[in-house]
């Protein structure tokens, strides 16, 4: 497929995220009532194509620390690329492009949940500029530092119900991704979370499903504000102890580690020389590291790490 | 080289690192004056080898954390060994033994620098079980806060007096290893602290070598609590802010992206599946990441970034 035909479905992609961030950030400014988000542009480094819009909110009412982030890089496809990506093609540099938006929300109470969304598009392009490959990927887990049911079931319903009308199969599939992938391999598979959804390398072979996928990907992205923030209006004004503070940080620490050992975003990122700040953005405000801590069996807290270690069906 | 033939070496190796885990924390406890160390003795999982014996001090007067391990592996040489410790080996299985002791300090106070030192000693064997090839390795770090450069210099000279013996050219060859190795690569080359040694790869080829290299480790080992315990004894009583802790904790976060993102011996150790606890002893006990942070330019805070931004020579 020649380069210029996708140029609008491209563009049409990038405008899309673009809303999506004003739409989102808007919203979380509205819940939050204090703070606000700060935007920084930003360029990727002589040399590297594209840039992006990183919007960032600290020490708000309701959220220490929320980045929502758009970036719309390209570069050429070299050796080292083609092993981040993991693509085996045989000869040829060729050129890829990349665009997503990407958001992680940390929050003061820690009886709500943090949250983590990304829907980003791909596509490789050959020497002449022939588009060879474009897919979606995307999805979106919550990460509760205490067990409230109701609302782990509410964020998995709200993403099964945007997911169902493309195919009933598609939602436990990729809940089923979810929990796999945030999943802290060095400790037993517990999970960062209670998951939601994830997919990847949705593959966009013709007209008919790029028009159909691209609408996916808008069912998901205008899923999130509906899936997550009834949980915030619940919980935000929950009062909390010194203790329930200490236990969020302590598992704050296991995003930390998921984020910087395992997640392939973060890695690509910092691989392909992304912006850092904009990369690690999602790393919490504040973090305990305490050596073997386990809470006491049936507490609270080992109620939600119980839950991490068991995934199960929410829906 | 048989493998009987290096026993005796290697545990000798062996009660070295354990003598000198003892007494570097019966040192500590002593300057702590509040805290002991924990001690935990481990054992790898089934079908796996080795264990170790792991010390940990937490919320000391003077220590805030802190842990002194030491690990005894061993274990078949896998194809996944292989690529995870670099090594070509043409045919066959083989196996691989690995003992070392490893320490980080975390400090309450944040005029007190952090500090890191590992000493370690490897063998591969061929699938015979004879010895095909050994090496040590090792090195400490300080890693500062707030730049006081007599305390720079007295560690290195302390390191450099330790060293010197064995050749005067092996101090600023090991000095520069330090300043490469221990460097954020994902944001432009600053390092995590300033420096000190780092050395890899001590290759044992002959039984002169083998009782030289056990010296030189001996006199790194030896030399760390006199390189460490008067800096800690000149600032932990200094009186200091929230600001100067909260500084102190943003600049664990880098401790963190380094450790979690670059460290080899973190890396190695997750991937043989070590013990995820004693390993993660490392991470900061208090962490804050905050978005784009610069500190004001020529603030006493500043002048640190400066110093990890722009190695020197100390001595």
Redesign the interface.
């Known amino acids: 497929m020649k380069k210029e035909e996708t140029k609008a479905f491209r563009d049409n992609w990038i405008r899309f995220v673009y809303n999506l961030q004003d739409e989102i950030c808007t919203a979380l400014e509205a819940e939050d009532g204090g703070a606000q988000f700060k935007t920084?542009n930003w360029e990727r480094a002589k040399g590297r194509g594209g840039g992006g819009v990183s919007r960032?909110m600290?020490n708000g009412a309701v959220f220490e620390?929320a980045?929502v982030n758009v970036s719309v890089v390209y570069g050429r496809l070299t050796d080292k690329m083609k092993k981040v990506l993991n693509i085996g093609l045989s000869s040829g540099e060729g050129s890829w492009f990349a665009c997503g938006i990407s958001l992680v929300l940390h929050t003061q109470n820690p009886f709500v949940p943090a949250v983590h969304a990304n829907w980003r598009y791909f596509e490789l392009h050959d020497e002449a500029g022939n588009v060879i490959d474009r897919w979606f990927g995307g999805g979106a887990d919550l990460t509760p530092y205490y067990l409230f049911e109701e609302d782990v079931v509410h964020f998995h319903t709200m993403f099964k119900d945007a997911i169902d009308p493309f195919g009933t199969e598609l939602y436990p599939l990729y809940k089923k991704q979810c929990d796999e992938y945030f999943s802290n391999t060095?400790?037993d598979n517990e999970m960062r979370g209670l998951g939601g959804v994830f997919y990847d390398h949705l593959k966009v072979s013709n007209e008919e499903e790029a028009t159909r996928l691209f609408a996916f990907q808008e069912a998901n992205g205008n899923a999130f504000l509906k899936a997550y923030l009834p949980i915030v209006q619940r919980r935000k004004n929950m009062p909390h102890t010194t203790e329930n503070k200490t236990w969020q940080?302590i598992r704050r620490?296991r995003y930390?580690?998921f984020n910087?050992?395992h997640d392939r975003g973060t890695i690509f990122g910092?691989k392909t020389k992304g912006r850092?700040?904009s990369i690690?953005?999602s790393?919490?405000?504040?973090?305990?590291?305490?050596?073997?801590y386990h809470p006491e069996p049936g507490s609270e807290e080992d109620k939600l790490l119980q839950a991490c270690k068991h995934p199960k069906e929410w829906v």
Do not use: N, Q
Request: hydrophobic content about 40%.
């Open positions: 920084d960032i600290e620390k980045g060095h400790r940080e620490g930390v580690e910087l050992l910092i850092t700040e690690l953005m790393l919490p405000p504040t973090v305990k590291f305490v050596y073997d």
